[in-house]
């Protein structure tokens, strides 16, 4: 097996993507995806009754559920990075402590974005989850194990996705980010005051672009 992490680029609607199964045997990887269309991505496990349906078809809204856990996230065509990378049982990043390889990620991944933003201060959440009021539901007010701050607010988030031969760690940052833009496709019952959401940190478009061959060189 190779030893590095190969990039893989990849654009289409984010229902294709998180479709996509990590292959058995699994390779290292890191897959980063462009979407084509905007897309409230769902975690695992979260109900689809958070999502008014209503409003994301009248936005063109595709509503999507990811193979990881954690709350919901809105991708938008050039405002948003994804990046999946596959951790073969075994390879270097993985552990069988399931917050170890997502404090690995983050851990490179601040090392990435200082080597872009070096004025920056740019930090890695190791520590107990941080959770708010609305994090069950938006995935970017809250902290967990390896997630990346800049200048103490959250720039990205990083959940995991774990098989019996590999770990997939999904993971995403924004260019831009309005709150109002989420807060708006969520049902009435559960739809939090966006002015009490915690402040998302963003990139320039050129660096968040930039990121994920960095990313990949580095692993």
Partial sequence: MD????????????????????????????????VTTPALVLGSTQSSSVVDVDACRAAGVDVVRRRSGG???LLRPAEVTWVDVVVPRGASGWADDVHAPMVWLGGHLAETFRSLLPERTITVHDAPTASTDFSA????????????????????????????HAARLQCCWYSAHDPVNLVDLLAASVRPPWGRLRPVATVPADVAAAVPAALAARL
């Fill in 71 to 73: 709350g919901a996230v």
């Fill in 3 to 34: 030893s590095r992490y190969r990039l893989e680029r990849s654009s289409s609607r984010a229902a294709e993507f998180h479709a996509r199964p990590v292959p058995d045997p699994a390779d290292r990887v890191v897959w980063w995806h462009e």
């Fill in 137 to 164: 539901l938006v995935c970017f007010d809250g902290l967990g194990a390896g997630e990346v701050l800049l200048g103490g607010h959250k720039l990205v988030g990083i959940s995991q996705r774990r098989t019996r």
